[in-house]
Structures are given as C-alpha cells and as structure tokens.
C-alpha cells in the first residue's frame, strides 16, 4: 500500500499567485481530509469529504481556499491568491470511516508551503 | 466546544527513563481518544487509541489509559529510546471524523 501521496512536498510562490495542494487518499478509503500546521496554530482541520462530498468545511480560513474532491480517488485544495501567512504545512489523511464511526485517519506526508 | 490539552514541551529524557506526557479533555458527549507520533519531515501516524473509559490504548511499548472520572488520557513508557524523540499529539473525536488535537509535545531522547 502506497499510503497517503501528496504534492508537491515543497512550494515556493510569491504572493497573490494561485497555489494547488494535489492528494491521493488510500485506495478504498471514502474520507479524506485537509489539515493545516502552523507553529502558531496547531494542527487544523480545514476541510473533511465523505464519499466525495465535502461535509464539514468550517475550518476553511476564507474564500481564498476551496477544496474538490473529482472522484475517491483525488483531491485539490486550492489558495488563490496566496499570501505570506498562508504559509504552513499542509497535510492530507484519509480513512476508510463513515460518519458516526470512528476509524484511524492515515496523513500524507505533508506539503510544506512558504509564500513569499 | 472540545478541546485537548498537553502537557507544554520539549521534554527532555536519557535513553531508559520512564515518560509520561500529560493528556486532558474537555467533550460534549463520549469521545474517543488518540495519540499520534511526528516524526521528523513526516505526516503524523496514529499511535494508539481508545474508544470508552477505562480502556487501555498500547503500542510500541507506549500506553494510555482512558479515565472519564479525571478526562484524561497520559500516554506512557517505561524506558524510551531516542528513536523516540518525536512530536506527540493527543487528539479526541466524539465520532463525526472530526478530529480535535492538542498542540503537541516535542520529545527529545539523548543517549
């Protein structure tokens, strides 16, 4: 199992140019997740689908970010445009959990993001 | 609202000491519980967990044992090594995939 794939690892933009976080969830998985960590904030839940419906995008920071999820088999989480404290780590997990269960969530490697 | 608190790190062992990170909640209803590892460079991988009270949580040499009665969940091990040195997050869900994480609590192991 290839876990969790993410890209690009690192992105280097400057601001105010469109940025797109790419992830590839765990085949058979119907959940996939976007966090952000930052070393002030923590770790963030931005954005979680279930079956390829987004279901709680509450802790998406404004409408600069949008996130789709095409079919169970990809996601992007877009931030256009970018701005310095948009920088962060930017992780995508997915489970093979429904609402109402609990199922252990498997992280990507992470993005790391720096917008200059 | 749920929320998790940690311990304030880095904590710093020699190689064999006994660990113990500080873990409590706060959650409407009956969470379950997790602790995550970071490694350097690397996404978070789930450690251990436990989904009602007085369940013990083990891997890897480490434990957590859920307790309603203090809403807590210290994670545990007897005799760390530096391949241990890790940031440590506690997290809790009360299901909804929904996950509410501490910030963290770096562990430094010298030899």
């Known amino acids: 199992d290839a876990g969790v794939i993410q890209s690009p690892r690192h992105e280097v933009t400057e601001m105010g140019q469109e940025v797109t976080l790419r992830c590839k969830p765990i085949s058979g998985h119907n959940s996939l997740f976007w966090y952000r960590q930052t070393m002030m904030r923590g770790l963030e839940l931005l954005i979680y689908f279930n079956n390829n419906v987004p279901i709680d995008d509450s802790g998406m920071p404004e409408d600069r970010f949008s996130a789709k999820m095409p079919n169970a088999s990809f996601s992007t989480l877009k931030i256009q445009p970018s701005e310095p404290r948009d920088s962060a780590v930017y992780f995508c997990a997915s489970s093979s959990g429904t609402s109402g269960r609990v199922d252990t969530q498997y992280f990507g490697p992470g993005t790391r993001l720096t917008v200059l | 609202g749920n929320s998790v608190t940690q311990m304030e790190g880095p904590v710093t062992l020699s190689e064999e000491a006994f660990l113990t990170i500080n873990c409590t909640y706060t959650a409407t209803g009956y969470p379950s519980l997790f602790w995550y590892v970071q490694y350097p460079g690397e996404g978070l991988q789930l450690l251990l967990k436990?989904?009602?009270?007085?369940d013990k949580g083990s891997n890897k040499g480490f434990e957590a044992t859920y307790r309603k009665e203090t809403t807590s969940f210290h994670l545990e091990k007897g005799s760390v090594q530096v391949s241990d040195s890790a940031v440590y997050f506690c997290?809790?869900?009360?299901?909804?995939?929904?996950?509410?994480f501490g910030t963290g609590t770096r562990l430094l192991v010298s030899p």
């Open positions: 997290a809790l869900t009360t299901g909804f995939q929904k996950l509410v």
């Open positions: 436990a989904t009602k009270a007085d």
